[in-house]
């Protein structure tokens, strides 16, 4: 079966660092994806990790620790713009995503 | 235009009607995804198809049927809705395996069962 625990929210200041965190456990890991997803809004793909270590997108960095289950999306600079909610999907080994339920993050000026 | 497009939006509906949800892509990906959402509970798969005609289950099909009768359409029936189905509800699409593409999503359809 598949378990994947992200925190439920996070609050940060604008132009500030956001980590959020996700932790998992799957039978057969095949790759995770970062997904955004403002409100009332389809997902869209921000990040994806199979190996160790950290994949940086401009503002937006993705680590992985497959020995741990363990990943983080860590957002810098953070803008109003960035107020959303964000999803940790675990790739399995038959290809199929499992998501975790999602953290909203709300951006203060 | 969307990559992938869903229809309607938006419904509103009662119990024990029967309803199908659309969605059609132009991005030429032969896997398609019907997924629900509910606040708190996250992304689940319904059914999922790797090709015109391939039917798989997801892990909450009860209740739904789907159809893939061309590559780009992907079809999801609910054929007695009832209102533990008032969801939002999202198709994807994705290439094939061994890749490191990921999903792509619809707008979604929010729909609710009275």
């Known amino acids: 079966g598949q378990n994947i625990d992200q925190p439920t929210e996070m609050t940060a200041t604008e132009g500030a660092i956001v980590q959020i965190n996700c932790t998992y456990q799957?039978?057969?890991?095949?790759?995770l994806f970062w997904y955004q997803q403002h409100a009332g809004e389809a997902p869209t793909f921000l990040s994806y990790?199979?190996?160790?270590g950290l994949e940086e997108k401009g503002r937006f960095s993705s680590f992985l620790s497959r020995s741990k289950g363990y990943s983080y999306l860590l957002l810098k600079e953070l803008q109003m713009k960035d107020s959303a909610s964000y999803l940790c999907?675990?790739?399995?080994?038959?290809?199929?995503?499992?998501f975790g339920a999602g953290t909203t993050v709300t951006v203060r000026a | 235009d969307a990559d992938v497009t869903q229809t309607p939006r938006n419904r509103i509906t009662k119990t024990g009607k029967r309803i199908m949800l659309e969605c059609s892509q132009t991005?030429?990906?032969?896997?398609m995804y019907w997924y629900r959402q509910d606040p708190g509970l996250g992304l689940r798969l319904i059914y999922y198809?790797?090709?015109?005609?391939?039917?798989n289950k997801g892990e909450i099909s009860d209740g739904y049927s789907v159809s893939r009768q061309a590559q780009a359409k992907f079809s999801l029936s609910l054929e007695s809705a009832i209102p533990n189905q008032t969801a939002l509800y999202f198709c994807?699409?994705?290439?094939?395996?061994?890749?490191?593409?990921?999903?792509?999503f619809g707008d979604g359809t929010r729909l609710s069962i009275l």
């Open positions: 799957t039978s057969g890991f095949n790759g």
């Open positions: 991005k030429g990906h032969d896997r």
């Open positions: 994807a699409t994705s290439v094939g395996a061994n890749s490191n593409q990921p999903q792509h």
């Open positions: 198809s790797f090709d015109v005609k391939d039917i």
């Open positions: 990790n199979v190996l160790d």
């Open positions: 999907a675990v790739r399995r080994s038959d290809y199929k995503l499992s």
